[in-house]
Structure formats: structure tokens, C-alpha cells
């Protein structure tokens, strides 16, 4: 992104491999200041060229004493800028600075009690002499500070649980503030933005859309964009935002692949061609793809073949709509991270395959609008931009659609008993208040029969599976602890209203070690 104001104050967090880098950024992104993370041996004249008004050192599971130990280069201390360590990035200060880093008789992990000596800078606005609880997760604890530092607070592990070289504007925590348990953690990473890098809470979604349509008619001219459509939020936010920069220079493709959910593919044509007068084109491919899903089983199969389908429906619509230079796509900060991460990307459980491919198969250059969004920015983008609430709070759909939630082969009458289903339970869910609460909420079509009764009838059916899961980031979840009122609602629903099921059943596995979606 070009220098404008929006970007003139930027922290940089160095990564050491934390699992808790993204939180920092997080907490630093809600405190309205722009941030980047990158790999922690980012080149130095990059880190000059980024011009951070403050660094954070992220945690990371290394020992500074390993030998393979992620080092940054040790530059980033002569460059006048203030740093924060956490953690593991307090204690490669120690070690850069001359101090000493010692193994902890044993790891300290889970809440510890800490108390403020110093509320002058980091601690600002805390009590001093109380006790405040943080998290820890360390095994390293420093045994001598380098020179210049002061202790600024210590727990009853901890001599020195964080320490300070105001001078220098150096500082190291050693617990983690960016987690939820540390309450004031918050307040301290605002004291280490505010207070001690100077900066501004600048950030704000409603100048994020500005600087963005600024910059994406420099980048595009006079060329045009396709758009896929999915209707998710991903890929909405990203119309509407490149809509309101180049108009009908846009056009977007909804390829109704015949797995969406019920009503989806008119909802939202009718959102984008006549709410935002889009250059909307709708591609009823449902044929297509269940000829292509005729007799596959393989779950990873199902994902291919959907995804190379796509590319071939897609791109046909595409040259019907003549000369076209970019693709549009909703990629965001995370999968960004992901992929400069220096832990290298992560072993592939399932091919989520949307788009990919697309951009190289059809000679088209890339145009992402939100990659450096987090999921939540892309919602107040969407608040901001118009979008209808709904669509912006929408739970996350797989871009295989229906077909991963139909275990075993994909007809149209298997789809038609799913929909009905799903559009039940997501009924249900809405009415209990739970639809925002929760990360998804779902019906999954099982290839089992089982016998029932109804009536005086033996009934030899289908057994649906419900789905509801709690998770931050879909890396993990949980199985939602839904009251058993709305269970027994959904079931009976289920079972009365819908032709050819006679049995609902609720998924109480975990991820890991189970996934979100069944296949
Ligand atoms: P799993 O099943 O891997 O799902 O625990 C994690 C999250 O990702 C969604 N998901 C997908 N999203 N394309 C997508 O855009 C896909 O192919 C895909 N598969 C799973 C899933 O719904 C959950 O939120």
C-alpha cells in the first residue's frame, strides 16, 4: 500500500513463532494502529524501508540458547525505534543487550500474580503495589537484565516479570498481555502504543475504505476486474469495495453450483444486481457439477472435482464477458500470514480450494483488497459499506458447499433433503438467539439408514447429523452446548417435516481431534 496517512504509523511484530502472534496483532489492530507481522529474521534494510514506530517481539516455544535459536538482526537495536519484548522477545533483548537468560527451575504456566513497581510507562493507569493477574507460558526466565533496565514489575516466580530501559524505550514482559488472560493486557500494549511509541488510534475501517478505493483506481486505470461471488463475507466486502472504486468496471460471477444453500444464489443476485446495480451475472451450473459428482464418494475427490469445475465454469463466463485484466479476490491477513510464515504452510487436511488456480490458468493479475484484514475488520467493512447485517454476521460457508456435508455420493434428492434440514436448524438456531454466538450451525446428511417408526409404519431412513461448534479461528473448536430445548425443536422439526429422515443425532466431538465439517 502506497505511504498515505493511514499508513504513515505502523508497528512491526516480529514473529519467533508464538502461537500467539496473531492475538498481538489483534490487540494492537482493536487499539486502532496499523501492524504487520513478519518473520523475525525479516532483512534489516526491510525493516528500515517499513518505518515501524515500534516493534513487538513476539513469544516463541525456542530457548535463546538452542542453538538453531531465531535471532532478529541485532540492528533493530540501533534504530532508535521503542521495542517491546514478549516473552521469548524479552529475552532475546536480555541476550542482545548483555544480560543473562536463565533456565527456570521449572515452566511457569497458567495465571500468576503480578505486581507493579514502576507505573510510569508500560504500567500506566495500573495500580502499583497490587496484585494483577497475567499469563504465563515460559520456561527461560532472566537472571540478570542487561544494563539500563529497571525492573518494572515481578510475580512470585518471576523476579523480573517485566523490565524497562525508558531511555532507550526498550521494554520485556514476561508474561503474555495479548492473551484473554491477562486483563489489563490490553491497557498494557495501549501504554507501549500510545504512551511510548506515540502513536495515534488512526486506524479506523472508515479510513481503511477511503485509502482503499484511492489506491485501487491508481492500481486498476481504465482495465477491468471479475469478481467470483459466493456470497460469503469475503467475497462481498471485496465486490463492494472495488463496486465503489471503479463502478461497472467490475463484474462479478456467481457460479450457482447447485451445493449452495436454499434461496442463496437469488438472494444474492437480487443483493448485487438490483440493491448495488452491479454488473452481476448469475451462471446456473447445478447440472454440470452433479454430472461431474456422479458416483464420487472420496471426500478429497468431491473437493477437486468442484474446484477444477468451478475454474472451467467460471472462466467460460469470464471470456463472454470480453478483455478482462484482474481477478478480484477475498484473501485476508491471516491466509497472508500463513503463507510467509517462516514455519512453512501447514500439512494439508482438506484442499480448500475456492479460487485457487484461477489467477494462473487465466493469465489474470491479482487484486485483494482485504489482505491485511483480519475477519472482524472485514465486518466493520462491510457495516461500513452498507452491506446488510446479515450478510456480514453470515457463519462461514465451505466453498464445496453442500456437497462435503452429504457423506457418500451427491444427488439432487440427496441436496433437496439437506437443504430442508439446514434450513431448519439454522431456523431454530436464529430464533434461540444462538446464530452469533456460535461459529457455524449445520445439517450434515449421513449415508447410513436407520429403522424408526411413524404412525404404525416401519420406516427404514436417513440420519442427519447436527452440527454446531464454538471456535475463534476455526483452527480449533468446540461442540457447542446448545440447550437441549432447541435440540429436541430441531430434532422434532427435522424428523416431521423432512421427507426421508427419520433420526437426528448431535455431533459432540471436538476439533482437534475431529474437524468443523465431516469431510
Ligand atoms: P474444518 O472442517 O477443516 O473447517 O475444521 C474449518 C473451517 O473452514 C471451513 N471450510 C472451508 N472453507 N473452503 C472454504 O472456504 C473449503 O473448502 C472449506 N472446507 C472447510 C469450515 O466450514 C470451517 O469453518
Known amino acids: 500500500m502506497t505511504a498515505n496517512g493511514l499508513y504513515e504509523q505502523k508497528v512491526l511484530i516480529l514473529d519467533f513463532g508464538s502461537q500467539y502472534t496473531q492475538l498481538i496483532a489483534r490487540r494492537v489492530r482493536e487499539a486502532r494502529v496499523y501492524c504487520e507481522i513478519h518473520p523475525f529474521n525479516m532483512p534489516i534494510a526491510q525493516v528500515r524501508a517499513f518505518s515501524p ?3 513487538i517481539l513476539s513469544g516463541g516455544p525456542a530457548s535463546i540458547y538452542d542453538n538453531d535459536a531465531p535471532m532478529a538482526d541485532r540492528k533493530i537495536l540501533d534504530l532508535g525505534v521503542p521495542i517491546l519484548g514478549i516473552c521469548y ?5 536480555t541476550h542482545q543487550l548483555g544480560g543473562v537468560v536463565a533456565k527456570a527451575a521449572e515452566r511457569e504456566y497458567g495465571n500468576a500474580l503480578l505486581t507493579i513497581r514502576d507505573d510510569r510507562d508500560l504500567f500506566r493507569g495500573m495500580e502499583k503495589e497490587a496484585a494483577h493477574t497475567v499469563w504465563m507460558s515460559h520456561g527461560d526466565r532472566i537472571e540478570r537484565m542487561p544494563e539500563g533496565f529497571e525492573v518494572l514489575a515481578d510475580s512470585k516466580n518471576s523476579p523480573v516479570a517485566a523490565m524497562g530501559d525508558p531511555s532507550r524505550r526498550f521494554f520485556g514482559v514476561q508474561f503474555h498481555p495479548e492473551v484473554a488472560h491477562t486483563p ?15 502513536c495515534d488510534p488512526t486506524w479506523t475501517m472508515a479510513s481503511f475504505i477511503q485509502a482503499t478505493i484511492r489506491k485501487l483506481r491508481d492500481e486498476i486505470g ?8 459466493s456470497g460469503g463475507v469475503d467475497s462481498s466486502v471485496t465486490a463492494v469495495l472495488l463496486h465503489r472504486a471503479i463502478g461497472n468496471q467490475l463484474s462479478c460471477i456467481l457460479v450457482d453450483n447447485g451445493l449452495l444453500r436454499k434461496d442463496e444464489a437469488r438472494e444474492v443476485m437480487e443483493l448485487f444486481q438490483e440493491h448495488y446495480g452491479m454488473d452481476f451475472h448469475l451462471v446456473d451450473a447445478s447440472e454440470h457439477f452433479l454430472r461431474h459428482l456422479k458416483g464420487v464418494v472420496d471426500p ?9 469445475e468451478f475454474i472451467t465454469v467460471f472462466e467460460k463466463k469470464a471470456k463472454e464477458l470480453g478483455k478482462v485484466e484482474y481477478l ?10 500463513e503463507s510467509v510464515s517462516f514455519k512453512g504452510p501447514s500439512a494439508t487436511i482438506k ?3 475456492n479460487v485457487g488456480g484461477l489467477p494462473e490458468v487465466m493469465k489474470l493479475k491479482l487484486v485483494e483488497p482485504l489482505r491485511e484484514l483480519f475477519k472482524d475488520e472485514v465486518r466493520e467493512v462491510g457495516m461500513e459499506l452498507g452491506l446488510p447485517k446479515a450478510l456480514v454476521m453470515r457463519q462461514p460457508f465451505p466453498g464445496p458447499g453442500l456437497a462435503v456435508r452429504i457423506l457418500g455420493e451427491v444427488t439432487s434428492e440427496r441436496l433437496e433433503i439437506l437443504r430442508s434440514a439446514d434450513t431448519i436448524v439454522l431456523e431454530e438456531i436464529r430464533k434461540a438467539g444462538l446464530y452469533e454466538k456460535v461459529w457455524q450451525a449445520f445439517a450434515v446428511l449421513l449415508p447410513v439408514r436407520t429403522v424408526g417408526v411413524m404412525g404404525d409404519e416401519r420406516t427404514y431412513e436417513n440420519v442427519v447429523a447436527l452440527r454446531v461448534v464454538d471456535s475463534l479461528d476455526a483452527m480449533t473448536a468446540d461442540w457447542t452446548r446448545v440447550p437441549y430445548e432447541v435440540l429436541a425443536r430441531i430434532s422434532n422439526r427435522i424428523i416431521n417435516s423432512v421427507r426421508g429422515v427419520n433420526r437426528v443425532v448431535y455431533d459432540i466431538s471436538s476439533k482437534p481431534p475431529s474437524t468443523i465439517e465431516w469431510e
Open 53 to 55: 514506530r515500534g516493534i
Open 89 to 93: 522477545g524479552m529475552q532475546y533483548l
Open 184 to 198: 489489563d493486557g490490553a491497557l498494557i500494549l495501549k501504554n507501549f502504543l500510545f504512551t511510548i511509541c506515540r
Open 222 to 229: 481504465p482495465n477491468r476486474v471479475i469478481c467470483g461471488l
Open 300 to 308: 478429497e475427490r468431491k473437493r477437486k472435482v468442484i474446484g477444477r
Open 328 to 337: 478480484a479476490q477475498g484473501t485476508l491477513y491471516p491466509d497472508v500470514i
Open 351 to 353: 484442499s480448500h480450494h
